[in-house]
């Protein structure tokens, strides 16, 4: 059974950091690609940030680039999300979610497997 499980959200003030972490299991880890997306009350679910099987090919949606890092540890089966300088504006639910494929994606539907998601809030 896949699961993803993921931790580390919480409640911020404008311009702090937070580390987001996804923990994978019941799957070959390095077949996937991986993403991060969010989705805040009312809006759809979008993209954040993906990186490929290796880990040495990342995308990143225009409104976080420069602002988080996405990263990927392949032994120890999990992928974390590096957010600084938050935003309120990023106050959101985030999910990690897995592709069978070595290339990132921006595209929700080709993320098979998701996680439940994490809450993040940022204050102003």
């Known amino acids: 059974q896949v699961q993803l499980v993921e931790s580390g959200g919480g409640l911020v003030q404008a311009g702090d950091s937070l580390g987001l972490s996804c923990a994978a299991s019941?799957?070959?880890?390095?077949?996937?690609?991986m993403g991060w997306f969010r989705q805040a009350p009312g809006k759809e679910r979008e993209f954040v940030a993906a990186i490929n099987r290796f880990g040495d090919s990342t995308l990143y949606a225009d409104s976080v680039k420069g602002r988080f890092t996405i990263a990927r540890d392949n032994a120890k089966k999990t992928v974390s999300l590096q957010m600084n300088n938050l935003e309120p504006e990023d106050t959101a639910v985030y999910h990690c979610a897995a592709r069978f494929s070595g290339r990132a994606s921006r595209e929700s539907g080709e993320y098979y497997y998701w996680g439940q998601g994490t809450q993040v809030t940022v204050s102003s």
């Open positions: 019941g799957l070959t880890f390095t077949n996937y690609a």
